[in-house]
């Protein structure tokens, strides 16, 4: 089992920044790639980013790339999620998920979850 605790979410105003912080314990945490998902009242769960094992690969939606950096500290057991540039459109709840072998954008591949944390960024 692996246990992931998020941290970090919030209320900031457009064209803020938040960074949010996933805790892993459990397990070795350098086994599994990590990747953060957000929901929106009423939407679906969506993919934001993900990181491999080693650091070496990250991937991101669309909508956040350019705005968003994922990265992660094996040292620490820890994944972060640095946000720039907020729209009132990322609002939702985050959640970071660990998988050991995959490492793609449908949340369904992902075996471990956390609780989530909101952030909400006003207009």
């Known amino acids: 089992q692996v246990q992931l605790v998020e941290s970090g979410g919030g209320l900031v105003q457009a064209g803020g920044s938040l960074r949010l912080s996933c805790a892993a314990s459990?397990?070795?945490?350098?086994?599994?790639?990590m990747g953060w998902f957000r929901q929106a009242p009423g939407k679906e769960r969506e993919f934001v980013a993900v990181?491999?094992?080693?650091?070496?690969?990250?991937s991101y939606a669309d909508s956040v790339k350019g705005r968003f950096t994922i990265s992660r500290d094996n040292a620490k057991n820890t994944v972060y999620l640095q946000m720039n540039s907020l729209k009132p459109e990322d609002t939702a709840v985050y959640y970071c998920?660990?998988?050991?072998?995959?490492?793609?954008?449908?949340?369904?591949?992902?075996?471990?979850w956390g609780q989530g944390t909101q952030v909400t960024v006003s207009s």
């Open positions: 990181v491999t094992r080693s650091g070496g690969i990250t």
């Open positions: 459990g397990r070795t945490f350098s086994n599994y790639n």
């Open positions: 998920a660990a998988n050991q072998g995959y490492s793609g954008s449908n949340y369904l591949g992902y075996d471990y």
